[in-house]
């Protein structure tokens, strides 16, 4: 028998510093746009903030980044709360030893790995006492990972942001339960609070959301991408590997905007995956990522009051959906 959702108290025991959520999200880290103003946000107005280390042009200033989260959400909770960093995973991110020591040195409570699996990530996290959860597209790359010792997996399912997988949410968190007994975490067009009680209904512990915290006052993005944002629908996202060799998907508008035809992309012309490099950065600051989820987003509020509108969509999901 699949184990259900964990309960509140329940994913504090499991989560490291998590306190009380506001609400079961984890805030994905997004590149070029996640920030230490955006994740301490995020930190307090009630869920777990994240970043991607790389956002961070070097390992000093990613040092810097984490003492700045550190005394954000120390000064708004009086105490450690949970957040996370992003590690790539992969042979051309040449900071990846580097950034997960400085990572370690603050203790992050969660870390977040991406594309390989993260053997020599899970036993250093492990060491201090963090966690470490991992995005997947496939069982393939969720057995990988379990078998390397991971916490939880993070499934990246049709419709996400950025590189997401073409499986329906419903299949691969079903699937996943029966490779793990930790943290199972869902993304993919969550925009909603009833898309977060969705993904918890489906069977998931936390649901992941990116695309949503873009179109925010605190997010590191250009005023023309949320307001891109604000103006697509589900039709203006397109499925492409053409950008970094990984399928993902993308801004119809930003690509045409780009001078490149959306119908017309073709693979990614035999460039490998570059995750550190500066023509990869330049890459994605042209071409914008977003997920299916864009079509319920209609405007750029603070996180404070993000959060207060997801919260009461929530709990009349949560009403709504009980059977009489």
């Not at 984890?26 to 777990?48: K, N």
């Not at 042979?91 to 950034?99: T, V």
């Not at 950025?162 to 067009?189: C, I, K, Q, W, Y």
């Amino acid at each position: 028998m699949q184990r259900a959702p964990l309960d509140a108290t329940k994913l504090a025991d499991r989560l490291p510093g998590i306190g009380r959520l506001r609400l079961p999200i984890i805030a994905a880290p997004m590149f070029l746009v996640s920030s230490p103003r955006l994740v301490v946000a995020q930190c307090r107005a009630g869920v777990i903030g994240s970043f991607p280390a790389l956002n961070a042009r070097s390992t000093d200033i990613l040092d810097e980044w984490l003492t700045t989260v550190a005394a954000g959400i120390r000064t708004a909770s009086g105490g450690r709360a949970a957040f996370a960093v992003n590690l790539i995973v992969h042979a051309s991110n040449p900071r990846l030893d580097a950034d997960l020591e400085v990572c370690a040195a603050h203790r992050v409570p969660i870390i977040i790995t991406s594309l390989q699996p993260p053997a020599q990530v899970v036993s250093r996290v492990h060491a201090y006492g963090g966690l470490v959860l991992h995005d997947v597209t496939t069982l393939r790359h969720a057995r990988k990972a379990v078998q390397q010792g991971v916490d939880g997996l993070i499934a990246v399912a049709a419709g996400a942001g950025g590189h997401a997988g073409m499986r329906s949410p419903f299949a691969l968190v079903n699937e996943l339960r029966t490779l793990t007994d930790g943290l199972v975490v869902l993304g993919g067009a969550i925009s909603t609070g009833g898309d977060v009680l969705a993904a918890r209904a489906a069977g998931a512990d936390l649901a992941y959301m990116g695309t949503r915290f873009i179109a925010t006052e605190e997010a590191a993005a250009e005023q023309e991408f949320k307001e891109m944002i604000v103006r697509a629908s589900s039709d203006d996202v397109v499925y492409t590997p053409h950008f970094s060799g990984v399928s993902g998907n993308f801004l119809r508008e930003s690509i045409k905007r780009a001078g490149l035809d959306p119908e017309r992309l073709g693979d990614a012309q035999g460039r490998s995956l570059e995750v550190a490099k500066e023509s990869a950065s330049r890459a994605w600051r042209d071409i914008w990522s977003a997920g299916h989820g864009v079509g319920a987003i209609s405007d750029i509020p603070n996180v404070e009051g993000l959060l207060d509108r997801l919260e009461r969509e929530f709990e009349s999901a949560r009403s709504a959906a009980a059977w009489t």
